[in-house]
């Protein structure tokens, strides 16, 4: 016997089995075959995080023809469990909607190589099976700035994210530094609420914002944010939208809503999955994918709009810093 050819075949051999077993690759498999599962913190009616990352999983199944599933709702206790459910049930693909998702994830897919666990807004990827993706939230929240900034008319604005955590201070960071592209002399309030769903907590903080002088409002703290809203209608101050669409909530009190195509990035995910290129690292999503949008009113200026685009062109050729140049007072 020949046995370098042998020794070829061998490798081959052990080669194709390998790639049998390695989770994502490309298959022959038609969209609606594969195993697909969304697991969502809140409701799918919040108008916000949680409606928008649904809004992605419609978009798949009408566009791509999968089928994707979601459990809506889910505690922070029942992650881990919820994850290992899935996977036992032989789910090919596991997403889950939130970097609170991301050590649970971590530590379950290590036992279940099998099925790959992609954690939207993830940011730690521990394992070949781990693939999460990464919306720039910071840039939509530059966009979101730069309008606050030639909006507010006090110079003062109030700003409140869910949790202190390090995605939600770069994304308040960056729109405060947008703010201050159109009012460099701004006072910013800033808080963070500790909860997504509070209602109550968010029409407070808002209140108590307004009462210190703050003429716009900037809330990403899902449905805290709602609260939010409310109390500016009533106070008659401006609120710009963030993450999903919020300009019909309150009209005439949200004057734009900076908000992320979660259609665009939930398909623009899945085929990636599905063609085996969805990397075992943090996928990052933003402006130059095309997956952060703009929606005004007729509140927001041409003038201020043209700002927007020129920042929106400056991120996607990567040279934000040169358009910030060219307002010298933002620098301060």
């Known amino acids: ?43 799918i009616n919040d108008q916000s995080w949680n409606a928008t990352n649904y809004a992605g999983l419609l978009a798949c199944n009408e566009k791509l023809g999968t089928s994707m599933e979601y459990v809506e709702n889910v505690q922070a206790s029942d992650y881990e469990s919820t994850f290992r459910n899935y996977a036992e049930r032989g789910y090919d693909l596991i997403m889950a909607a939130g970097t609170q998702f991301d050590e649970a994830a971590n530590r379950v897919a290590s ?80 808080a963070y609420a500790n909860s997504w769903s509070d209602v109550a907590l968010g029409k407070q903080m808002a209140t108590s914002m307004i009462d210190k002088g703050a003429d716009v409002l900037f809330f990403y ?50 085929e990636k999955f599905m063609e085996g290129t969805l990397a ?22 041409e003038e201020v709009r043209g700002y927007v685009k020129q920042a929106e062109e400056a991120i996607s050729n990567g040279n934000v810093l040169y358009f910030a140049s060219q307002f010298p007072e933002s620098l301060d």
């Open 280 to 301: 075992p690292e943090v996928n990052g999503a933003g402006v130059a994918e095309g997956i952060v949008k703009v929606a005004y009113t007729d509140q927001v200026s």
């Open 111 to 190: 036992k279940y190589p099998d099925s790959v666990f992609c954690v939207v807004n993830g940011m730690v990827s521990n394992g070949p099976n781990v693939r999460p993706v990464l919306p720039k939230e910071y840039e939509a929240s530059y966009l979101a700035g730069i309008i606050a900034g030639f909006t507010t008319k006090t110079g003062k604005i109030g700003m409140v994210g869910g949790f202190p955590n390090k995605l939600m201070v770069r994304l308040m960071n960056t729109y405060e530094y947008g703010v201050r592209i159109g009012s460099p002399e701004v006072s910013a309030n800033r």
């Open 1 to 43: 016997m020949n046995t370098k050819k042998a020794f070829v075949s061998l490798v081959l051999a052990a080669c194709v089995a390998l790639i049998g077993v390695v989770p994502g690759m490309a298959s022959d498999k038609k969209p609606g075959d594969y195993k697909i599962v969304l697991v969502l913190p809140g409701p």
């Open 221 to 270: 703290a899902n449905q805290v944010g709602l609260g939010a809203i409310q109390a500016a209608k009533e106070k008659g101050v401006k609120f710009v939208g963030f993450a999903s669409n919020q300009n019909d909530i309150a009209k005439g009190t949200v004057v734009a809503s900076v908000y992320f195509d979660f259609a665009a990035m939930y398909t623009w995910t899945l």
